[in-house]
């Protein structure tokens, strides 16, 4: 599985706007599967605005939300080069604060 790829390495992972667009592909054998193989199974699904390949897992960013979950939808547990991906989800962003516990004991001195 070879090809040229021709979309960005860039998947913006700091802009809260675009990361319910943005795709993570787990359990990806990368020894055999390219960037470009990526980009063309995915695009089906709509325009891709970046791709990100690294070992063992990949990154699709797409234009538009309603893309990406319908990717997620299409691809989830599809097998590419004799591994299932099992693992594609959308990238939700999530505060790295611990949400506020009501229930939570907090001891005084009185």
């Not at 809260?16 to 055999?32: D, E, H, K, M, Y």
Request: with cysteine; net charge positive; glycine share 8%.
């Amino acid at each position: 599985m070879t090809g040229k790829s021709q979309t960005s390495n860039v998947t913006n992972k700091n802009d809260p706007r675009s990361l319910n667009s943005r795709v993570f592909i787990g359990n990806l054998n990368t020894a055999v599967v390219s960037k470009a193989d990526i980009e063309a199974i995915f695009a089906k699904y709509g325009k891709i605005v970046g791709c990100s390949v690294h070992k063992g897992f990949a990154f699709v960013q797409y234009a538009s939300e309603r893309n990406a979950r319908a990717a997620v939808a299409g691809e989830n547990n599809r097998v590419i080069a004799g591994q299932s991906l099992g693992n594609v989800d959308l990238i939700l962003h999530h505060s790295r604060k611990a949400p506020f516990n009501q229930n939570t004991f907090i001891p005084t001195d009185g």
